[in-house]
């Protein structure tokens, strides 16, 4: 059932936030033991959808989202509960106030049901642990195939939509930890442009690329969660079909070769999908990106700040949080190192904060101007590409080349969405992304919902422990 299906059942009475809420608190008890994609459940949620049910039987006035069960991710603070990250440092850090997507998602009557595993500190502690693991929450697992990754920062968020443990999740994203998780669990990802959600109350990396966004199991439920926490908000039109002239770019380039032949062969479907439904494509070719250099300096800034306003008891800077890592115990196994804090703790050492903010400038310009360039002379609606590629085993050995078809849409604050497209060796999810232009949101949402309903690709997750031989 979609979002509307739900506040539909509960507006004529078949079906109460409070059961509702049950049962995915039972789904979560049932199967989050071999999945690990919940970190904590917030024991005030009964009462929470309780208290929406009888201001709906009241015939009191009601949010879009009411009664709306929502788990967010990790490093999102929610009044009540600690943020962790899913660090051990974190445990007893406790936020004074929820974020501000947060508030919106209350204000709009969501229960907000708890917290999803991520991959530790949102992937950036270091170069070595695997996507989906943390020392709090353990090792996300795929729900297609249990023993493949499930992708990252954002693993808790797309498996637990994938599996149903919640009707719609939150993730975030600095550079494809909403895109990725999404497609490598055949579910719905959309990275707004940035600034259209508000970032505070979210763990930092990059304040130039953070942002938050759904990640649900159709398009609709991302467009009814991104109405709520967007600002400013603007109608989303979700109607079928694309307008006439509809031109669509197709950067295939991205692709890495040998590596992806299936996810070639999904965005050949998808092209060929895109001319059933009228609209024209064109190959395009996207500079990718490098701002590696800048985020370490960014995440050490960042992170100060959040760490000495942030409630409860906790490191109080990066230097205080590698000590604390480095001396906890639990640390020991296994020890994945913590190459990108030192790097971060230095970096203020290598360059002043002067050329590091002059050069952030001029990455998200030249982004930027390359996007509007490509967008405005091909005249394109949206650019189409491979989300990711056959998903490999957790612990598997060797490589794992990734597609980084996420990169000019992070870098740049572009919107972007991932739509399930079809499956390698018939099991393991793959998507297709569309970057639509900047602040154009809610126009791109739309263009994807066409093409979800166009395909329907999504299937059920069957939970196998491991590929058919």
């Known amino acids: 059932m979609t979002v509307r299906d739900l506040l539909q059942a509960m507006a004529t009475g078949q079906l109460t936030s409070a059961e509702l809420t049950a049962r995915c608190l039972a789904r979560i008890e049932r199967l989050n033991p071999a999945l ?61 106030r929820d974020a501000e997507l947060v508030t919106r998602l209350r204000g709009a009557g969501a229960v907000i049901l708890g917290k ?21 929450g353990g090792q996300t697992r795929n729900p297609y195939v249990l023993d493949r990754t499930p992708m990252g920062s954002s693993s808790g968020s797309a498996v637990a939509a994938a599996a149903g443990l919640a009707p719609v999740t939150i993730g975030t994203e600095t550079f494809g930890s909403i895109i990725s998780p999404a497609a490598t669990n055949a579910v719905v990802g959309f990275k707004p442009s940035h600034g259209r959600v508000g970032g505070a109350g979210i763990v930092p990396i990059s304040p130039w690329q953070d942002t938050a966004g759904p990640i649900t199991r159709n398009v609709a439920d991302a467009a009814a969660l991104f109405a709520v926490i967007a600002v400013p908000r603007r109608a989303v039109r979700l109607e079928p079909g694309l307008p006439p002239g509809t031109r669509i770019g197709v950067w295939s380039g991205i692709r890495t070769e040998g590596a992806h032949s299936e996810a070639d062969r999904v965005l050949a479907e998808a092209t060929a999908k895109l001319h059933d439904l009228g609209a024209a494509t064109v190959e395009v070719d996207l500079p990718v990106p490098a701002q590696d250099k800048v985020i370490p300096f960014e995440f050490k800034e960042a992170i100060n700040a959040y760490l000495d306003s942030a409630g409860g008891e906790h490191p109080r800077d990066l230097a205080d949080l590698i000590a604390f890592h ?144």
């Open 326 to 469: 480095r001396a906890d115990p639990a640390e020991r196994v296994p020890d994945f190192g913590l190459d990108r804090f030192e790097r971060a703790q230095l970096s203020d050492t290598v360059r002043s904060p002067r050329e590091y903010r002059e050069e952030r400038e001029r990455i998200t310009n030249e982004t930027r101007g390359s996007l509007h360039d490509v967008f405005d002379r091909l005249r394109l609606a949206a650019i189409m590409a491979p989300s990711n590629g056959r998903a490999y085993e957790i612990l598997g050995p060797g490589d794992h080349p990734w597609v980084h078809s996420c990169s000019p849409a992070a870098v740049g604050g572009f919107p972007s969405i991932t739509v399930p497209a079809g499956y390698a060796d018939a099991e393991l999810p793959l998507g297709v992304s569309f970057i639509g232009r900047r602040n154009h949101d809610e126009e791109l949402l739309g263009l994807a919902r066409t093409f979800e309903q166009a395909t329907r690709a999504r299937k059920q997750p069957r939970y196998l422990p491991a590929l058919p031989v």
């Open 116 to 136: 999803t595993n991520l991959s530790e500190w949102a992937n950036y502690r270091t170069d070595g642990a695997p996507d989906g693991w943390s020392p709090v």
């Open 36 to 96: 690990c994609a919940v970190i904590a459940v917030d024991p005030r949620a009964p009462e929470r959808a309780r208290a929406i049910d009888r201001l709906r039987a009241s015939g009191g006035a009601v949010g879009p989202l009411a009664g709306i069960p929502i788990l967010v991710k990790d490093n999102i603070d929610t009044f009540g509960l600690p943020t962790t990250a899913g660090s051990r440092a974190l445990r007893r850090a406790l936020p004074h």
